[in-house]
């Protein structure tokens, strides 16, 4: 079993393929149903980053993309989902936050983990940039200034 | 061993396959070493669980496939690895290498049929929830099926059938469940509000081992829910109530106390652009639910079948996580002086964005969160010789726990940041942690923050300073963190806490650790060395108790 198990590591390791969007619904801040599928089959560029109120690096870049948004959206018509991965400990949080912070981001409800999970994302901040329903980049981590990174990327696939 | 060699093939011949396939495969690899070190000051490393000294180094790995096909079908496979042992205090249910997770699943736009393993939340959880961590070593995913059907718009059915996981087995229990959603604004057609309903039912079938038992094999328990939104404003309740249960202290049943549990959450709030405010009250009584009774309370958190997390804020800082709440859900007879039934009590939480161009907002506006938090036990006559208790239902009785909070962040200019956090706490040992000699601790605590940005692109320092003081002789807590993120794929630190008080186990110690970390897409690899505080790791709204441990820990993380 344990060399087996190996050989499948390996396996994988040699894999490189592009992973494709889920087929998961989730629930909006209104309690309304929406695709992944559908949001990333889109011709502008979607950011999608998932995050959790207690998660502190999620917030400092979220808080540092709210200051440039309305820049990259004129320029770009980039949108940026973020994904609250927060279950029913801290779930509730969620919208004082999001509106106690002013930020502009489509918000959706991942309360069981069931996208997070479909797409093996083990730490936040996650953030995966898609245009029409392909996955163009994706991060794991955040520290300070990777926002200007991240701009570079939706400028680069805005133009194609 | 057969099965997994198909698997190979199937992966394999995969390999061979138009891309077009491939694109539907996700795969997922994590894993976790430790190498445990013997430490002169905290003594040689021993792993009690396994009661082992010899396995220095342990490896967890998890693998998963999903494998997406025929346009509605997922099938999805998880192997996992413990080798040679689990990690420090990990269940030693997790042994070996083995599959952990299969399933085949089915999803058109009304319709949703599982097989095999499968992870579902019922309302908030209280009645009913299986998910996953790994860094809690928690997988409580039910085995059997599970169908949703969504008829008309505004209603969706779920019934499901299952056992549940433990370790690589099941539990020795059927656990039954079945859920409504009504959306009633669809049916309705409200504009700007929306008012959903949802009903629950989960069963807990367990075969008693004693003859005649006080208690039926099957236990009941019902939950009603109400979402109300309009505009601004929210409100949601949710009431769970559950049929006789036995009560277990000390992994005993005790046949001659059994009694119902109930459970009670309150939320609303209100929000705008810049302000936001949440208020949660819960009551809890007897609602410990478990797939096995005598597991009751377990340290692993194996068989749970409902969520009771503490409602408290969840910090992120090492010295604001020293001191941290457990929701008291279970009846506790543990002396006469030690009685609880459950718990009783709320918070609130305020966020506010002052604005950019005040005196007190500046250039960037300065962001403000504040969180409160009070839990007691329930008021009430307790009989301990015989076992009985008579509880007020909005009664509060000892105090547990409180917790003040206070965030700022500012952003002084385009390279600098600061965060300062204050915390005051009530920690009542005693009760929170069922220890006779516990004390009543009362603490406050500081932490700043500055991230400074230079250079190129993604080049910083993060800086963090914490400082706990408490009423208690034990506790004097002093710490620090020092980061450098070299570029946004680099980065390393080193933090250190310590404590000059005299509780016995920590004293004069330095927590120290320090490392680094590689991040390439979906790939991230990292490295640590240190010596790790006995106490409680949480993630998202649940805490696990590891103990002292010294040593070199390495953790990779891909997916494709």
């Known amino acids: 079993m344990k060399r087996t198990f190996l050989l499948i590591l390996l396996f994988t390791i040699s894999l490189s393929y592009a992973q494709d969007i889920p087929n998961v619904i989730l ?84 309360d069981n983990q069931d996208l997070k999970r479909a797409l093996n994302i083990n730490v936040l901040p996650y953030i995966m940039v898609v245009k029409n329903g392909e996955i163009v980049h994706t991060r794991t981590g955040y520290t300070p200034g990777s926002e200007d990174e991240l701009y570079e990327v939706v400028k680069e696939n805005a133009k194609l | 061993m057969r099965k997994l060699i198909l698997l190979l093939i199937f992966c394999l011949s995969l390999n061979q396959a138009s891309a077009q396939l491939l694109d539907n495969l996700r795969l997922g690899l994590e894993s976790n070493m430790a190498w445990y070190n013997d430490d002169k000051r905290t003594g040689a490393f021993f792993d009690e669980e396994n009661n082992d000294g010899d ?52 999803k058109s736009n009304k319709l949703e049929a599982s097989a095999g393993h499968y992870y579902e939340q019922f309302g908030s959880g209280m009645i009913l929830r299986n998910w996953e961590d790994r860094q809690l070593g928690l997988n409580n995913a039910l085995l059997g099926g599970r169908m949703k059907y969504m008829p008309l718009d505004f209603l969706a059915l779920t019934a499901l059938y299952g056992k549940q996981r433990v370790g690589f087995e099941t539990a020795d229990s059927d ?94 709030g209100f929000s705008q652009k810049g302000f936001g405010i949440d208020a949660t009250f819960r009551r809890l009584e007897n609602m410990g639910f478990y797939s096995e009774r005598e597991k009751t309370g377990n340290v692993f958190l194996e068989n749970n079948i409902n969520f009771t997390p ?134 406050n605590i500081v932490v700043g923050e500055t991230i400074y940005k230079f250079g190129r692109i993604g080049q910083s320092v993060r800086l963090e300073f914490q400082k706990l003081w408490s009423n208690s002789d034990n506790h004097d807590w002093i710490g620090g963190t020092f980061e450098y993120n070299v570029s946004p794929r680099l980065s390393f630190y080193v ?35 240190g010596r790790q505080r006995a106490g409680l790791v949480c993630v998202g709204g649940v805490c696990r108790f590891v103990p002292e441990a010294t040593g070199l820990s390495a953790s990779l993380l891909m997916s494709f």
């Open chain 2, 175 to 268: 656990i039954f469940g079945f859920n409504t959603e009504l959306d009633l604004s669809n049916i309705f057609n409200f504009e700007n509000s929306s008012l959903n309903l949802g009903f629950s039912y989960v069963g807990r079938n367990e075969t008693a081992d004693s003859e005649d038992p006080n208690f039926d094999d099957l236990t009941n328990a019902f939950s009603g829910r109400i979402d109300f939104t309009e505009g601004n404003f929210y409100a949601n309740a949710e009431y769970v109530t559950k049929t006789d249960d036995v009560a277990v202290i000390a992994g005993q049943l005790i046949d001659n106390f059994v009694n119902p549990g109930n459970a009670l959450l309150l939320n609303t």
């Open chain 1, 27 to 110: 629930k909006n801040l209104e309690n309304e149903s929406v695709s992944i599928q559908k949001l990333a089959n889109s011709n502008d560029i979607k950011i999608f980053s998932f995050w959790a109120t207690w998660c502190v690096p999620c917030i400092n870049e979220l808080d540092a993309i709210a200051d440039v948004y309305e820049e990259w959206q004129d320029e770009t018509n980039v949108e940026l989902i973020a994904i609250s991965t927060d279950d029913a400990r801290t779930k509730k949080r969620v919208i004082p936050l999001v509106n106690g912070k002013d930020w502009e981001y489509q918000i959706l409800i991942d």
């Open chain 2, 310 to 443: 503490a409602l408290t804020k969840q910090h992120d800082y090492l010295l604001t996580n020293i001191f941290v709440y457990q929701a008291q859900s279970q009846v506790v007879f543990a002396d006469p002086q030690l009685m609880e039934a459950g718990e009783i009590g709320g918070q609130v939480d305020l966020f506010y964005n002052i604005k950019k161009g005040t005196s007190l907002g500046g250039k960037y506006g300065t962001k403000l969160a504040f969180n409160a938090s009070y839990w007691a036990g329930l008021k009430g006559d307790y009989d301990y010789n015989n076992l009985s208790y008579d509880v007020d239902y909005f009664g509060f009785g000892e105090k547990y726990f409180s917790d003040i909070s206070l965030e700022i962040r500012k952003k002084w200019n385009k390279k600098v940041n600061s965060i300062f956090y204050y915390v005051n706490q009530y920690y009542n040992q005693r009760t929170i942690e069922d220890n006779f000699s516990g004390e009543q601790i009362k603490t």
């Open chain 2, 495 to 529: 933090n250190d806490i310590y404590n000059s008080g005299m509780d016995s186990s920590t004293s004069e110690n330095h927590y120290y650790n320090f490392g680094g970390s590689y991040n390439k897409g979906t790939t991230r690899f990292s490295l640590n060395y």
């Open chain 2, 55 to 106: 396995e220095h180094v342990r490896v967890n790995s998890y693998l998963k496939l999903d494998y997406d096909f025929l346009k509605n079908f997922t099938a999805t496979v998880q192997i996992e690895s413990y080798e040679p042992l689990a990690l420090l205090n990990y269940s030693p249910n997790f042994e070996g290498t083995n599959f952990g997770i299969y399933s085949l699943n089915y």
